[in-house]
C-alpha cells in the first residue's frame, strides 16, 4: 500500500505486559472520612503527634471490602491551650 508521500513501514509489534481486572456492576470506589477520638495516656515528654504518625494502625473489614489507600489527614490534641 502507498501512503500520499512515501512506503509505509512495516511496524514490528510489541508485547505489552499488562493485567486487568473486571469489577462488579454492583461495586462502588468511594473515599470514606472517619474521625476517630481517642483517649490516651502518655509520657508528659512525649511527641504524641510523632507517636501516632508511627502508630502501626489495622482494619479487620467484613468480606468483600477492599481497602485501596489510608492516610492520616488530620491530629487535633483536645483540652490542651498552648499546642
Do not use: C
Not at 24 to 32: S, Y
Request: proline share 2%; net charge neutral; no cysteine.
Amino acid at each position: 500500500m502507498k501512503w500520499i508521500w512515501k512506503d509505509k513501514v512495516s511496524q514490528e509489534k510489541t508485547k505489552l505486559d499488562f493485567s486487568a481486572k473486571n469489577r462488579r456492576k454492583d461495586v462502588v470506589t468511594r473515599t470514606i472520612k472517619v474521625h476517630l477520638e481517642l483517649k490516651m495516656e502518655y509520657p508528659e515528654s512525649m511527641d504524641i503527634v510523632q507517636a501516632i504518625r508511627d502508630t502501626k494502625t489495622s482494619f479487620d473489614l467484613p468480606l468483600g471490602i477492599d481497602m485501596k489507600d489510608a492516610h492520616l489527614s488530620n491530629i487535633e490534641i483536645l483540652g490542651v491551650e498552648d499546642v
